[in-house]
């Protein structure tokens, strides 16, 4: 019997409450939480808090911990690290479990072409990384995102990002050159049509608009894009868009860079979502679930790509050896089995939140892959207003319960559970949601 989730003291509890003033008196201003969650230990799929409560973790530290809290063998590969030696700078000395590591990457990256790798800590260095590649190599200096995309908050990140205006505000002039389009985001198409009639007129569009009145497209030297756009509210695109956007920078000789900082590592039940879509990024983004936790970031790239002269980039701590060892753990336990349970888990739990749709008008979508999903609720099914303040109830009342989740876009509510979790977790994860849609349901109708 699993003796999570257990909520025994109101959260926030008597020390939780000290931290979180202790943490408001010091830490900057710019950190946004979404619920006072205090942790003080974690296994697998479980978190405890400093007051004794246990939470089941179906938000694994924003997508992160791909093994699970503190797995074993995890936390042995970053103990014989850290016995050994604690740094070295990868970028400027050797060894071996970097090389290891770059090599497994590049094996693992989809298309049999030759590939290289550079480290970095996260993943908005390693789409930093990915900015100055394509500029280096294309000499071209423009760029094409995503409207929704989230990419990070570096500069060069943060202007690639158009998730939430929030993220923007204030930071001004960001790089001129970014140029943003519509994602494929089915369930409310911004040019009002449906999939598979539409004929990805929003792949079209980029070429029909603006490579001919405003984008050059020999000045684009690369396309940002999330398979799955993640922070902008976990949204799959039609199977065939990804296809399509490749072939139409193939066509104008611009680079299709994948963000997979929070796709990638096996939670949709590939290793990288780009392989469930059927392309070969010219550049992949790795971070968040690559070493479980340590923070690693990794710039995956065509070999003919990536030959930048030494000293052009590097990082002082990017691919450490405690984050080497751990990433090639995980890797090891998604290989032998946690990537198949993302993919099995994925389904039932996707298939369990259509099963409570059927039961809850809040609920307008159910989408994802592996685990990886996002629940769009919704004033009115009709309208599609979103409902953005239930999901923060939602989320606020299921962390209450015990169950820890986050919310993205404007009214999603996302399930990323660490890959180890169990059919019983996705169980009780199911059965607080429903109760909690129950209550928040119940209140919009006393309101
Ligand atoms: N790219 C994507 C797709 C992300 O989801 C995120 C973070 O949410 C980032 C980049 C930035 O990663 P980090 O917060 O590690 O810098």
Request: charged share 25%; proline share 6%.
């Amino acid at each position: 019997m699993r003796n999570y989730p257990e909520i025994t003291v109101a959260p926030p509890g008597p020390r939780a409450r000290e931290i979180v003033a202790r943490d408001a008196a010091h830490v900057s201003t710019s950190n946004g939480k979404q619920y006072p969650l205090v942790v003080a230990r974690g296994l697998g799929a479980m978190i405890e808090d400093v007051d004794g409560n246990r939470y089941l973790d179906f938000m694994a530290g924003i997508a992160v911990v791909t093994a699970g809290h503190s797995h074993p063998r995890v936390v042995a590969a970053v103990k014989r690290a850290v016995e050994s030696f604690q740094h070295i700078c990868g970028s400027d000395f050797y060894f071996e479990s970097f090389a290891e590591l770059a090599g497994r990457l590049c094996r693992l990256a989809p298309g049999d072409a030759p590939r290289r790798v550079a480290f970095g800590n996260s993943g908005t260095e390693a789409v930093e990384a990915a900015l100055k590649l394509a500029r280096h190599h294309t000499g071209r200096p423009r760029f094409l995102a995503f409207t929704g995309a989230f990419h990070g908050r570096t500069m060069g990140a943060l202007s690639l990002s158009a998730s939430k205006a929030k993220h923007r505000r204030g930071f001004a002039p960001l790089l001129p050159d970014v140029t943003h389009v519509p994602y494929a985001y089915c369930y409310r198409c911004p040019y009002g049509l449906e999939h598979p009639s539409c004929d990805l007129h929003c792949v079209d569009v980029i070429e029909e608009q603006h490579f001919a009145h405003e984008l050059p497209p020999e000045e684009v030297a690369a396309v940002f894009v999330e398979p799955i756009l993640g922070e902008g509210g976990y949204v799959p695109p039609p199977p065939d868009y990804h296809r399509r956007l490749k072939a139409l920078c193939e066509k104008y000789g611009i680079l299709y860079v994948a963000d997979e900082v929070q796709t990638g590592t096996g939670r949709t039940g590939r290793f990288f979502a780009s392989e469930g879509y059927g392309v070969e990024p010219d550049i992949v983004t790795l971070a968040k679930g690559l070493a479980s936790g340590l923070p690693i970031g990794a710039t995956i790239a065509r070999a003919d790509l990536m030959t930048w002269p030494p000293g052009s980039h590097g990082s002082t701590f990017g691919g450490n050896p405690l984050a080497c060892a751990a990433a090639l753990a995980t890797i090891e336990l998604l290989e032998q089995g946690l990537m198949a349970r993302a993919k099995d888990l994925g389904a039932v739990l996707l298939a369990g939140l259509r099963a409570l749709q059927e039961r809850h008008r809040l609920i307008g979508d159910v989408r994802g892959r592996g685990l990886m999903i996002g629940v769009e609720l919704v004033r009115e099914l009709e309208t599609k207003e979103p409902a953005a303040q239930e999901a923060e109830r939602v989320v606020r009342r299921s962390f209450e319960k015990g169950l820890l989740l986050l919310t993205c876009g404007e009214s999603v509510v996302r399930f990323a559970p660490p890959l180890v979790i169990e059919r019983e977790d996705v169980e009780r994860a199911l059965s607080i949601l429903d109760e909690v849609l129950t209550e928040v349901e119940a209140d919009g109708r006393r309101a």
